[in-house]
């Protein structure tokens, strides 16, 4: 039994050079919320979860003033327990967003503390579907200031030429005839068996501003339409999945199992995309992912490719992980210490225990401060 030492929280913000925009928000810093939890028989886990812009220090309170005076002294295969406790501890002002994804993050460190202390990587610790590799897709296509749509063709044939037979674009940014043009040119080069995926970030208030676009994509056959309206709209979202042949896709910012059940009981989406940073962690993630399977349901879940391979190699209904190779967009890359590696349209798993990677103290030393323990 190894007891819980410390856990702590860490602010890391990392710029943006330059903002990026979705159709409906601009990013201009990424802020992670890092936890290191230590136990007794001297091994560390982390975990990790994203705050946009300036709200980590609200996931990093929650951390260190809520969760961490309750763990300190548990044992650290008590996970199933430690969630469920921190979930009922935060229950009147959590549930979802800054809370869970601290939530989330506590839930990871431990998975990769105990599985760093079984010395296996963390999707055989997870019980593995895949050994050697799992498919991925290449996600990319945001809208920049300056970027042409000859730019954004070139980004898309570039996953194409690297062996990937799935790509993802961002819609919804601009009016629905320039995104049009932006999807043909993007098809007309990609050829027709590529997978193309659009992800609208939200982009659609009601049914009828969404077919304006949906109609304008649909000669195109794109293989997914992403999160069309706000979360929360699920009436929305199964109405659409009537209308369309596009199988509507959904899920990255949703937290809690009972959601995605709702998301499957209405007919709201054809692929679930759960991210356990988000939802509430790995333990979280696998309810949901379980969930989806007896609805025949296929899960791909959002970016993070560091560790949802982890999560894709552990569960038969798991399809792509989303490659972002790109580290200036979403820079997560840059505070680790390991990169994947990608071959052919997918990662290859490590034997290296654990998640696999360590935080890069160099990172840490410019991102974080001083404060992070050596
Ligand atoms: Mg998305």
Same mark, same amino acid.
Not at 68 to 73: D, K, Q, S, Y
């Given at each position: 039994?190894?007891?819980?030492?410390?856990?702590?929280?860490?602010?890391?913000?990392?710029?943006?050079?330059?903002?990026?925009?979705?159709?409906?928000?601009?990013?201009y810093?990424?802020?992670?919320c890092?936890?290191?939890?230590?136990?007794?028989?001297?091994?560390?886990?982390?975990?990790?979860?994203?705050?946009?812009?300036?709200?980590?220090?609200?996931?990093?309170?929650?951390?260190?003033?809520?969760?961490?005076?309750?763990?300190?002294?548990? @044992?650290?295969?008590?996970?199933?327990?430690?969630?469920?406790?921190?979930?009922?501890?935060?229950?009147?002002?959590?549930?979802?967003?800054a809370?869970?994804?601290?939530?989330?993050?506590?839930?990871?460190?431990?998975?990769?503390?105990?599985?760093?202390?079984?010395?296996?990587?963390?999707?055989?610790?997870?019980?593995?579907?895949?050994l050697?590799?799992?498919?991925?897709y290449?996600?990319?296509?945001?809208?920049?200031?300056?970027?042409?749509?000859?730019?954004?063709?070139?980004?898309?044939?570039?996953?194409?030429?690297?062996?990937?037979?799935?790509?993802?674009?961002?819609?919804g940014?601009?009016?629905?005839?320039?995104?049009?043009?932006?999807?043909?040119?993007?098809?007309?080069?990609i050829?027709?068996?590529?997978?193309?995926?659009?992800?609208?970030?939200?982009?659609?208030?009601?049914?009828?501003?969404?077919?304006?676009?949906?109609?304008?994509?649909?000669?195109?056959?794109?293989?997914?339409?992403?999160?069309?309206?706000?979360?929360?709209?699920?009436?929305?979202?199964a109405?659409?999945?009537?209308?369309?042949?596009?199988?509507?896709?959904?899920?990255?910012?949703?937290?809690?199992?009972?959601?995605f059940?709702e998301? =499957? @009981?209405?007919?709201?989406?054809?692929?679930?995309q759960?991210?356990?940073?988000?939802?509430?962690?790995?333990?979280?993630?696998r309810?949901?992912?379980?969930t989806?399977?007896?609805?025949?349901?296929?899960?791909?879940?959002?970016?993070?490719?560091? =560790?949802?391979?982890h999560?894709?190699?552990?569960?038969?209904?798991?399809?792509?992980?989303?490659?972002?190779?790109d580290?200036?967009?979403?820079?997560?890359?840059?505070?680790?210490?390991?990169?994947?590696?990608?071959?052919?349209?997918?990662?290859?798993?490590?034997?290296?225990?654990?998640?696999?990677?360590?935080?890069?103290?160099?990172?840490?030393?410019?991102?974080?401060?001083?404060?992070?323990?050596?």
């Amino acid at each position: 039994m190894a007891k819980i030492s410390t856990v702590e929280a860490f602010l890391a913000r990392v710029p943006l050079e330059r903002p990026v925009t979705f159709s409906t928000r601009t990013v201009y810093m990424r802020e992670y919320c890092l936890v290191r939890i230590t136990s007794d028989d001297g091994h560390v886990g982390i975990g990790f979860s994203y705050a946009v812009n300036n709200s980590g220090s609200l996931l990093v309170a929650t951390v260190n003033d809520i969760f961490a005076p309750r763990l300190t002294g548990d @044992d650290s295969l008590r996970v199933e327990g430690i969630w469920h406790d921190l979930y009922q501890e935060t229950l009147l002002i959590g549930r979802a967003g800054a809370v869970m994804r601290a939530l989330s993050a506590v839930d990871i460190a431990l998975w990769d503390l105990n599985a760093r202390d079984a010395g296996l990587p963390l999707y055989k610790y997870l019980g593995a579907a895949a050994l050697d590799r799992v498919p991925a897709y290449g996600s990319g296509g945001y809208y920049l200031a300056g970027k042409s749509n000859d730019d954004l063709v070139e980004e898309m044939r570039a996953f194409v030429e690297a062996g990937y037979d799935a790509v993802k674009m961002k819609v919804g940014g601009v009016s629905p005839a320039g995104d049009e043009e932006r999807v043909r040119l993007v098809r007309e080069a990609i050829g027709p068996d590529v997978r193309l995926m659009l992800d609208a970030n939200n982009a659609w208030r009601d049914l009828p501003s969404a077919m304006e676009y949906i109609e304008r994509f649909e000669p195109y056959h794109p293989y997914w339409i992403e999160e069309p309206f706000l979360p929360d709209d699920i009436d929305n979202h199964a109405a659409l999945a009537q209308r369309t042949p596009i199988m509507v896709a959904t899920g990255e910012v949703e937290a809690g199992r009972w959601r995605f059940k709702e998301l =499957l @009981d209405k007919g709201a989406a054809a692929i679930l995309q759960p991210d356990a940073i988000v939802c509430g962690g790995i333990t979280e993630f696998r309810k949901i992912t379980a969930t989806a399977a007896s609805y025949g349901v296929g899960v791909a879940p959002h970016a993070w490719h560091d =560790l949802h391979v982890h999560l894709v190699a552990s569960a038969e209904n798991a399809t792509y992980v989303e490659f972002m190779p790109d580290d200036h967009i979403v820079n997560f890359r840059r505070l680790i210490d390991v990169q994947l590696e990608d071959r052919d349209g997918h990662l290859l798993l490590s034997d290296r225990p654990g998640l696999g990677f360590s935080f890069d103290p160099a990172a840490l030393e410019q991102y974080v401060g001083p404060h992070y323990p050596q």
